[in-house]
């Protein structure tokens, strides 16, 4: 399936900003989704992850609270609504999928990835 993330840009500490994610190509609803993050220096880690029903969502305990991961199956589009930005929220943004099979945190489960859409959060 292929990925396109959008939505990033600019925002002080206490704002939001909604990122988007459109996928082609495949069956979307054969796939669990998930929001990684990257930031500078730094590896890869876990945000948000969705079950294909939309049905089961997990946060990372830093986000917990603060974003929210959602799906609209008819569109083939997952969603991340993030409240409350902090300075550590400063990274590339990825969306995942995962096939239905399974339904992890784990980044080495994705066989597919978007391109990362950048966040910065001015303190």
């Known amino acids: 399936v292929q990925l ?18 459109a996928a082609s190509g495949r069956t979307f609803t054969n796939y669990h989704m998930s929001w990684f993050r990257q930031a500078p220096g730094k590896g890869r880690e876990f945000v948000a992850l969705i079950s294909w029903s939309g049905g089961e969502t997990t946060y990372a305990a830093a986000v917990k609270g603060r974003f929210t991961i959602s799906r609209d199956n008819a569109k083939s589009t997952v969603y991340l609504q993030m409240n409350s930005l902090k300075f550590e929220d400063t990274a590339v ?27 910065t959060v001015s303190s």
């Open 4 to 21: 396109q993330a959008s939505g990033g840009g600019l925002v002080q500490a206490g704002g939001s900003l909604r990122l988007v994610c």
């Open 93 to 119: 943004y990825y969306c995942a999928a995962a096939r239905r099979d399974f339904y992890s945190s784990d980044y080495s489960r994705y066989g597919d990835w978007g391109q990362g859409t950048l966040v």
